[in-house]
């Protein structure tokens, strides 16, 4: 193997500035980028170039909401559908053909929201020791919420999936357990006692883990978007989450009444609120929300493919009722998220699955709800290091930074489609795909 690594006369793409610099180089040294600059000098013997005249440098991509435990599911259909999506009929090599094929995309970082700790800290591992390829891994470990868990079945196939935070105690044990287990952030789904959850989030800045939220199915959040960013939340997955709060004044005087009531006197009032749909909403306490993300410099993962990929489903299994409200769920994430874009939010690429073809599809949706290419990019790039606090290691390409870059035959300036059109790629300092 070479010393070093030349990419000679790149379009450099600057995630930061959104502006590409033309004819560019950029040398790799081991594991990191040494140099960036017009006509790098090198010694040509100890190094080995890539011609990248008419090709686009970018950083190695995100993806920033997966869950990558499901590769060893116990659940013989849950296996099956991810052959299926997948294009493969080898189950036993499932992972090892996953894994490799975000990296050879150029998905070379991948922030994990949910999962056994156990299997993602085992995956990082074989992938830091090179016995699997696949991306650099971020991973939170368990979702975490109060008793009754949502998810208690995923335990069946998954053990350790989500984990109940019914104490103080409870959430200084789990936060513990995964920093040990070398999680970089903290997954905080749905019911939580608000001390409890104020506890959590100064347990895990003791650790240095930055919490992202999910609050729930549609309404009766028991952390709500606008407490959780109060609180310190910086991130809330899914597009979805801003409903109940910003319900018109008379539809939130109803929900609030009956945050303890029956659960169906909950669902009437869940049914009135679908069928109105945006016509549910009260635009100035949209704005409102949408000025707190700001001035709080909260971030949204938008997961526009997940209700996506589910309404497909049912369409498959013909389930008329929830196919209705799957259409008007994905009608909200698409509004939510295109307010989220004029207000301009920072929203970070994520699919809400496991498959590097999502992450693509996510970008796609993105931009048809009216995102621009360099916000996608962005989204998939240097938000998430950011918000991961590794901004100095990954994120962008410059000198000291690890050598994780994608070369792209087209420019995703211009459309956002030509992210797949992929000439090479290196992880790490090493080319792990060339055409």
């Given amino acids: 193997m070479s010393d070093k690594i030349l990419l000679k006369n790149a379009n450099l793409l600057d995630v930061e500035r959104g502006v590409i610099t033309t004819n560019m180089d950029i040398l790799v040294d081991g594991e990191k980028i040494k140099a960036v600059g017009k006509d790098i000098p090198t010694d040509k013997e100890k190094s080995a170039q890539i011609d990248c005249s008419g090709k686009f440098a970018l950083p190695g991509l995100f993806e920033c909401h997966a869950h990558l435990a499901h590769l060893r599911s116990k659940n013989e259909e849950t296996k099956k559908q991810i052959m299926e999506d997948f294009g493969t009929k080898e189950a036993d090599e499932l992972e090892t053909q996953v894994l490799r094929e975000f990296v050879i995309k150029g998905i070379t970082q991948v922030r994990d929201v949910g999962g056994p700790v156990d299997i993602l800290r085992d995956f ?7 016995e699997l390829l696949g991306p650099d891994l971020f991973y ?9 868990l949502v998810w208690e079945e995923q335990n069946e196939e998954l053990p350790g999936f989500t984990v109940a935070v019914n104490s103080t105690q409870d959430a200084k044990n789990i936060i513990d357990q995964i920093s040990k287990e070398g999680a970089s952030l ?3 789904f749905n019911k939580f006692d608000r001390d409890i959850f104020e506890y959590l989030i100064e347990a895990a800045k003791e650790h240095n883990l930055p919490v992202t939220h999910d609050p729930g199915t549609p309404f009766f959040h028991s952390i709500p978007m606008d407490t959780a960013i109060d609180l310190g939340i910086r991130c809330v997955e899914h597009s979805k989450g801003p409903w109940q709060v910003v319900l018109k004044k008379d539809l939130k005087s109803e929900h609030d009444s009956l945050v303890n009531a029956d659960p169906k006197d ?15 909403i009260s635009q100035e306490r949209l704005q409102w929300l949408m000025d707190k993300m700001i001035q709080n410099d909260a971030y ?8 996506k990929y589910m309404r497909k489903q049912q369409s498959e299994e013909s389930n008329g009722a929830m196919l209705e409200k799957l259409k008007i769920l994905e009608e909200m994430d698409r509004y939510f998220t295109q307010r989220m874009i ?4 920072k929203i970070l690429v994520g699919q809400d699955g496991l498959l590097p073809q999502f992450t693509f599809d996510e970008m796609r949706y993105l931009k048809e709800a009216g995102h621009s290419e360099v916000e996608i990019l962005r989204g998939a790039t240097i938000y998430p290091a950011r918000w991961l606090g590794v901004e100095d290691q990954l ?5 000291g930074k690890r050598a994780n870059v994608v070369i792209l035959k087209e420019n995703p300036l211009e459309d956002i489609e030509n992210i797949e059109a992929t000439y090479a790629v290196l992880k790490g300092g090493n080319i792990v795909f060339r055409e």
């Fill in 186 to 188: 903290v997954k905080t």
């Fill in 140 to 148: 939170a470990g368990p979702m975490l919420e109060k008793s009754p």
């Fill in 124 to 130: 990082k591992d074989r992938i830091s020791g090179g």
């Fill in 342 to 345: 004029e207000a301009n939010v």
């Fill in 395 to 399: 994120g962008s390409i410059s000198p």
């Fill in 266 to 280: 909950k669902g009437v009032l869940r049914e009135k609120v679908f069928k109105l749909g945006v016509n549910s």
């Fill in 300 to 307: 949204c993962c938008t997961t526009l493919h997940a209700v």
